[in-house]
């Protein structure tokens, strides 16, 4: 299955700023996907990012406020911007291995927003 | 919206007792899948089932899908604290939905 580079890690940010994660996919897909985590809760799909299109976002989530980059088949970045408190969550990046196989998650990016 | 619950929310027990996890929606789904997820990482896929009824073994793990695929369950037998972590259900339709999550602790 694929494996996913994600970074930063953690990060620790000011508010009103903006926070720019990468995923970096080994090999080529169609679709990756962003999550959000919210602290002791749930997965949440944010938006699906395709390769030349721009990215098609949950109800919830919206382009300003999460812009998605996606310029090849093996990587993408989510940005967050003018963060607020809220904001601190887990975000991770996401690809299918298959119907079967699943998906394949990043180790995600555990942001903090003081 | 397509909304899948577990229950419980939260189980802590002592190493060997037995315990059921389950993930319930009122839609149907092509297939779903359970997922672990231990702390500072992503979640890991366990299983997949696809068919109504389906029953499927992974050790001392048990999973059952619902007849309607509209339900699953998440049996583990003799608990051990390796299985501590967050079981996320994850129902597929046109994209994956996560359930509400179980957070295990297993204390030896």
């Known amino acids: 299955s694929a494996v996913i580079s994600q970074k930063p890690s953690r990060d620790i940010c000011q508010r009103g700023t903006s926070l720019t994660i990468q995923c970096q996919v080994d090999?080529?897909?169609?679709?990756m996907f962003w999550y959000r985590q919210q602290p002791g809760q749930s997965l949440t799909l944010i938006a699906t990012?395709?390769?030349?299109?721009?990215?098609?976002?949950e109800s919830g989530f919206v382009i300003d406020k999460f812009p998605i980059s996606r310029p090849n088949l093996t990587f993408s970045t989510l940005t967050v911007s003018n963060m607020s408190p809220e904001d601190s969550s887990i975000y991770l990046c996401?690809?299918?291995?298959?119907?079967?196989?699943?998906?394949?998650f990043g180790s995600g990016t555990r942001l903090t927003v003081v | 919206t397509q909304l899948l619950k577990q229950s419980p929310q939260f189980l802590s027990i002592q190493e060997g007792e037995n315990l059921t996890v389950y993930c319930n929606s009122s839609?149907?789904?092509?297939?779903l899948q359970w997922y672990r997820q231990e702390p500072g990482e992503g979640p890991v896929l366990l299983v997949t089932?696809?068919?109504?009824?389906e029953v499927k073994k992974l050790k001392r793990l048990t999973f059952q899908f619902g007849d309607a695929r509209k339900d699953s369950s998440l049996h583990i037998t003799a608990a051990q604290p390796g299985d501590t972590g967050l079981y996320l259900c994850a129902g597929r339709g046109d994209k994956l939905i996560f359930g509400t999550g179980t957070r295990l602790q297993v204390f030896p």
């Open positions: 089932v696809v068919t109504g009824g």
């Open positions: 839609s149907v789904f092509s297939s």
């Open positions: 990012a395709n390769q030349g299109s721009e990215a098609t976002y």
């Open positions: 996401s690809v299918e291995a298959g119907r079967i196989y699943g998906y394949t």
């Open positions: 090999s080529q897909v169609t679709m």
